[in-house]
């Protein structure tokens, strides 16, 4: 076999793969095996019923349930590599327990093998007759779907990226060897066909012709690749790509476009159209019609993140999905389901279903921290291997099954809508402000965190603030949860040591929110004098893939310096609510009175109260502020409140609390209702309040 590559032949001659006499009496003696039936009849099984995981929402929905679930014995497995056939009913994992299990689609055991070395990689036909299997001392085999091993190859190097044809008619494996990667392509015999000296094989193909793809990874940008027939159809510099499923389009992402275009076997590839894009995609994706065309961010800094393009260029949507997820779709696109565990501080995964206009037809969480996942072709049902060595195999659900009742429902589930102004400290905790993005990314929101006590308060911080938001807390992390990030003070400076993994991310918002979260975050010790950022212990003059200038020494940032006028706004974060300080010049308002500190207030929440509140009249004396209102006043109070209702009134008089007491002289707030003293009902706090200091506002 002969391969064209840049122009020159490359031949393909069976080279380290051996015993051949030993190989080919196994293949006599296994083709009429072969030939008699297509899918061997499948094992009997015996299990227990499967144990449910802690999910929330399902008990409530019958749209998207556990099926079944399979966990092993020993819960520190890893699981190398798990895929699933076209219908579901065939599901494969390894562990590094070193077996290969097949579970059916009630996540019963049909079979497990284990075999010389530990499984690292792993292959399905999609009609789930055969599964390839590699190992990590260069075993590969060829198995029935009953776990019967029809041969076995010997490589020397250990198997990288594994692919199988639909039907199971041909294997390609990428061997890394002492000197480098080889490529060798099989049949399912077992007979080797070619082989051929390649780099880093980052995605691996082989599609329903015959054709073998593979992404080769390069110094600063990949290589695609597309031999036919032994010939080279198509190569072409690219970050990402993607072929569609029948094998006739290709997406490519080069960092800066995404080009689209038609293959065909006797021709060369046709330009269909191009899109520029100013975020860094980590995942693309191309159905199997070449309809759609999806692109990811696996971190966006809070704005959206998952792009669905028209093969004509144009954009279909947008979405923000976890920052950090693993995505899968079914082959014609009408299910799209991404997972992560990097949208909170605590290891809960987020599984969201989608449709392909980006509806939300399911959102799940799972106590568990999901590490792999593979959908049904058709898209109907999902496996996902979380850690512990735990399998899930849950149903999707059918079209016209939307989300906002389960919302509702996760929503409730979360607990307090707002959390008031705390006055004391937690025992023998304290609190550290953290700043996390609102859900849109357009306004960094402090939080109070409590800790336990500890001399590296700097380091702590940041930690913490890299965690991210609790879950239910409607906010979006600024960092990439996990990120290494490194504070040390020097020389009279804060110094923060930045990772050079962050220096790739693109956009404004990503970078901004960055340098601003952590500013503002270790701003809140009186220690921090001034501020220096290092990327990978260098001083650098600017960051980010727009150039955010760092080279200088930042001084220390939080609201209400230099003793300007600061207002505590209330503001809406999904469905939670939030005090929000912003100073008065922020606001572009002059504030000459305290009657004008109310009314900008007022302004600024008319999107969350019930109606425009009136304000009769405002007097400050030597220990209190006395507020009386109009009979408008009573209906933020209502009888009977939901909780929405009881938190609206909580966030709205700590705002005022707050906002006048940290602008005027007195500490305390009496509130009057046509001149008269009025209290509401009992469900609700009382009216008339004194401020504590410190304080601490929107505590977790």
């Not at 039907?167 to 890394?176: D, K, Q």
């Not at 690219?238 to 499923?245: I, T």
């Not at 110094?495 to 991310?505: D, M, S, T, V, Y």
């Not at 004194?690 to 977790?700: D, S, T």
Request: aromatic letters at 10%; one cysteine or more.
């Amino acid at each position: 076999m002969t391969i064209r590559k840049n122009n020159v032949k490359v031949i393909l001659l069976p080279g380290k793969i051996y015993p051949y006499l030993k190989q080919a009496l196994i293949i006599l003696l296994l083709t009429a095996l072969l030939q008699s039936s297509a899918c061997a009849p499948r094992i009997p099984f015996s299990q227990d019923a499967p144990v449910e995981p802690v999910i929330w929402g399902l008990e409530r929905s019958g749209d998207l349930y556990l099926r079944g679930r399979f966990s092993v014995v020993n819960p520190e497995m890893t699981v190398h590599a798990l895929a699933i056939s076209s219908s579901g009913s065939e599901i494969i994992f390894s562990l590094d327990a070193r077996s290969i299990n097949m579970l059916d689609d009630q996540g019963r055991l049909r079979w497990e093998f284990f075999p010389e070395g530990s499984p690292v990689a792993a292959d399905l036909t999609s009609d789930g007759c055969y599964v390839a299997v590699g190992t990590d001392l260069g075993k590969l085999y060829f198995l029935r779907n009953d776990g019967h091993v029809l041969w076995e190859n010997l490589f020397e190097g250990r198997p990288r990226q594994l692919a199988l044809d639909p039907e199971g008619n041909y294997l390609a494996v990428s061997i890394e060897e002492e000197d480098g990667y080889m490529l060798y392509y099989l049949d399912k015999w077992g007979t080797p066909l070619g082989e051929l000296k390649t780099g880093m094989i980052l995605d691996l193909k082989i599609l329903p012709g015959g054709e073998l793809y593979y992404l080769e990874k390069g110094d600063q940008i990949n290589t695609l690749v597309i031999l036919s027939m032994g010939d080279l159809l198509w190569e072409e510099k690219a970050l990402l790509s993607s072929v569609s499923g029948c094998g006739n389009f290709v997406v490519t992402y080069t960092g800066e476009m995404i080009n689209f275009y038609s293959l065909r076997e006797t021709a060369p590839p046709v330009l269909l159209s191009s899109h520029s894009i100013n975020i860094e995609i980590s995942w693309l994706d191309i159905t199997e019609g070449g309809e759609q065309v999806l692109a990811y961010s696996a971190f966006s800094g809070g704005s959206s993140n998952l792009f669905a393009f028209h093969k004509d260029g144009h954009v279909l949507w947008k979405k923000r999905i976890p920052d950090g997820s693993l995505i899968r779709t079914s082959f014609n696109g009408e299910r799209i389901v991404a997972s992560s565990w990097r949208e909170y501080s605590d290891d809960f995964s987020m599984v969201l279903v989608l449709d392909n206009n980006g509806n939300t037809l399911q959102k799940i969480e799972m106590a568990s921290r999901i590490e792999k996942m593979a959908l049904a072709n058709d898209g109907t049902i999902l496996t996902l291997a979380g850690s512990y060595g735990n399998i899930f195999i849950l149903d999707i659900p059918g079209p016209g099954i939307y989300y906002e009742e389960t919302e509702k429902a996760d929503f409730e589930q979360g607990g307090e809508i707002y959390r008031p102004v705390a006055f004391e400290r937690p025992g023998d905790e304290f609190y550290l402000t953290l700043y996390f993005y609102d859900e849109e990314a357009v306004h960094l929101i402090p939080v109070n965190r409590n800790v336990k006590r500890t001399l590296r308060v700097l380091q702590v911080a940041v930690n913490e603030l890299v965690k991210g938001p609790r879950r239910f807390s409607g906010l979006s992390r600024t960092i990439p949860k996990d990120t290494g990030i490194n504070v040390v003070q020097k020389d009279g400076l804060t110094e923060i040591n930045l990772p050079g993994a962050l220096n790739r991310l693109g956009g404004s918002s990503q970078i901004v929110g960055i340098i601003d979260s952590l500013i503002f975050t270790v701003s809140q010790f009186n220690a921090v004098e001034g501020i220096r950022f290092l990327v990978d212990g260098q001083y650098s003059e600017s960051f980010g893939a727009e150039g955010l200038i760092i080279d200088q020494v930042f001084p220390p940032r939080h609201p209400g310096e230099n003793n300007r006028m600061l207002l505590y706004l209330p503001y809406r974060s999904g469905e939670r609510y939030y005090l929000l300080p912003r100073e008065a010049v922020q606001l572009g308002g002059k504030f000459n009175t305290p009657h004008d500190l109310v009314r900008i207030l007022l302004e600024e929440s008319s999107s969350l109260l019930p109606e425009l509140l009136e304000l009769n009249k405002i007097t400050v004396l030597r220990e209190e502020i006395i507020l009386d209102w109009g009979p408008s006043f009573k209906k933020l109070f209502p009888p009977d409140a939901n909780p929405q209702e009881k938190a609206l009134a909580a966030l709205f008089l700590d705002a005022l609390l707050l906002t006048l007491t940290n602008n005027l002289e007195p500490d305390q707030l009496v509130f009057l209702v046509d001149g008269v003293a009025w209290e509401p009902p009992s469900e609700y706090p009382p009216l008339n309040r004194i401020v504590k200091r410190p304080f601490y506002i929107n505590p977790e």
